[in-house]
């Protein structure tokens, strides 16, 4: 209720499309905005969280999940990677809009996520960013995610353990096995006994082929962990 007052008062803008929003949620995005994200629910891959169109019928695994080898269990996003979201995103990473993040982790926190249980983890662990990326940027952008959903759903949040020691080549042109040979070995633990006999979830902010959490799922799990599940703010669909 304060803020819907703060918010008729101050009129304050839309982080999305800078429009004035007034609607009183709070979270800085306007109802069109909102609106116009392409939530992902079910049918999907009961693994990788990809939706399946139709849009009727029940969960099942996907081709790709049949066929390939995963570390974690499950992995869901909120929304698809297109219009408003993907718009976001990248003025939330390339633009150095870190508000804009914490809104959008905002959204993250209130988003449905079939088979998906915060309960479950004992940790939260971001994708690392390599030290000279994290340099240039200032922050690391599925870290200023992971740190509203560990707020709310009062999980610890563990920046330190899981480490990008190589710096990986941009995936954006890259297929889905040159995506996992890209990011092979780009990941280290610093302390593998604080992953042991834990279930973790990792978070970032785009899943596309999958490869990258994959790869973290992969040195997590040698290491000991229980279980490894991942969630991302958009999917690439
Ligand atoms: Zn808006
Ligand atoms: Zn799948």
């Known amino acids: 209720m304060i803020q819907g007052l703060l918010d008729l008062l101050f009129s304050p803008q839309c982080v999305i499309c800078g429009e004035t929003r007034g609607d009183g949620t709070g979270d800085g995005i306007c109802h069109t905005c909102r609106s116009q994200i392409g939530y992902i629910t079910s049918p999907l891959c009961h ?9 009727s019928g029940i969960d099942h695994f996907c081709q790709d999940c049949l066929q390939s080898s995963l570390f974690f269990v499950i992995a869901r996003a909120l ?5 408003g979201l993907k718009e976001a ?3 939330f990473k390339y633009q150095e ?13 209130q988003g449905m ?37 560990s707020r709310r759903y009062r999980i610890p949040l563990d920046l330190f353990s899981l480490r990008r020691i190589r710096p990986t080549e941009s995936q954006i042109h890259l ?24 279930n973790i979830l990792v978070i970032d902010d785009v899943y596309t082929s999958g490869a990258t959490v994959n790869e973290c799922a992969k040195v997590l799990m040698k290491a000991g962990a229980a279980r490894v599940d991942v969630l991302t703010l958009a999917r690439a669909v």
């Open 113 to 149: 996520y079939p088979g998906l249980s915060f309960s479950l983890y004992h940790v939260l662990m971001p994708v690392p960013l390599h030290p000279k990326r994290l340099r240039e940027r200032g922050f690391n952008q599925a870290a200023v995610l992971a740190s509203q959903l």
């Open 89 to 91: 995103i990248t003025r």
């Open 47 to 55: 693994r990788c969280g990809l939706p399946f169109i139709p849009e």
């Open 97 to 109: 809009k870190i508000t804009l993040g914490e809104h959008l982790g905002r959204i993250m926190v």
């Open 79 to 83: 929304g698809r990677y297109e219009g």
């Open 175 to 198: 297929g889905f096995h040159e995506r996992r040979k890209n990011v092979k070995g780009a990941f280290t633990l610093k302390d593998a006994e604080k992953v042991q006999r834990k």
